[in-house]
């Protein structure tokens, strides 16, 4: 028997990384689970998305645990293409218990060079698509007087960095949206919380853009590179130089299966960064 055993959970940015360890843990605690990711590129970012492969895949996985799985190819910024994965979800499950507002992407410039297509790409996917997913199950957990919302925030939220003003402006924005709508609907069951990551060791991280932003001194450095430099600059915490994909699930089971006291708050997974926070 799982901590989650009649569940429902609907993870938006599934298909990879963080959103397939999530799909996985709620799996292995009883949870049926649909994964709605926008599976393709998008013009401006520097690193592959992820693709409609990776998004059966993690059904797939989902599926070997022995509960119910689905996938949609859903672009989260488009409020016809979330509210209809949404309501579909709920026609063929019954109902959503859980939604991990959890997709994301980034882009390194900084804001004098950053353009109005990057500003909109970034801010439009890593705070209004995690809004709309929000307001799209609203409704059904107010009805069934029952939710557990969990969107990803990141630690660039709690102390900043350069390069990233319009990933940490929407980071910043999900937090609020995060205490906002905590408020709004604690009198029906449903908490909100986020979770704020550290470096997480998925491709939105691992990719060239970041090794070129982190080592301007190299001439096309490569995935060794980059990790040779943290471990030069015992990047981390305790040896460890980045966080797993499976610990910041963790931290998402916590809060999925508290009983109902903790809303509004923002759960740090920051490897010690946030003993040097700027709040």
């Known amino acids: 028997m799982g901590q989650l ?3 429902v959970a609907f993870i938006t940015g599934g298909a990879r990384g963080q959103g397939r360890a999530h799909a996985l843990a709620l799996a292995a605690e009883g949870a049926d689970v649909v994964v709605s990711d926008i599976a393709a590129d998008l013009p401006g970012l520097r690193y592959p998305l992820a693709t409609p492969d990776q998004l059966a895949e993690t059904v797939k996985l989902v599926q070997e645990y022995g ?49 109005d297509e990057l500003w909109d790409t970034i801010v439009e996917t890593n705070l209004t698509g995690i809004f709309k997913a929000v307001r799209a199950v609203l409704p059904q957990m107010r009805a069934q007087k029952y939710g557990r919302i969990i969107a990803t925030a990141s630690m660039g939220a709690r102390n900043t960095a350069p390069n990233l003003g319009h990933y ?9 949206l995060v205490k906002t709508t905590a408020l709004e609907v604690a009198g029906d069951g449903i908490t909100v919380n986020a979770i704020a990551p550290g470096a997480v060791d998925t491709d939105l991280f691992f990719n060239q853009p970041t090794y070129d932003i982190f080592l301007p001194d190299v001439a096309n450095p490569t995935e060794d590179d980059f990790r040779n430099r943290l471990d030069a600059l015992d990047y ?44």
Not at 168 to 176: D, H, L, S, Y
Not at 252 to 261: A, F, K, N
């Open 168 to 176: 940490i402006a929407a980071k910043w924005g999900v937090i609020g």
């Open 67 to 115: 509960v119910r799985s689905a996938g949609f190819q859903v672009d989260a910024r488009d409020t016809d293409q979330i509210n209809h994965a949404v309501a579909q979800t709920i026609s063929d499950f019954g109902r959503i218990d859980i939604l991990l507002a959890n997709h994301g992407v980034v882009d390194f410039s900084t804001v004098e060079q950053t353009t």
């Open 5 to 7: 055993d009649g569940r």
């Open 236 to 279: 981390g915490l305790n040896g460890v130089r980045f966080l797993q994909p499976e610990d910041v699930a963790r931290a998402m089971l916590y809060l999925v299966t508290d009983r109902g006291l903790m809303t509004g708050q923002v759960l740090e997974i920051g490897l010690g960064t946030a003993a040097y926070g700027i709040y």
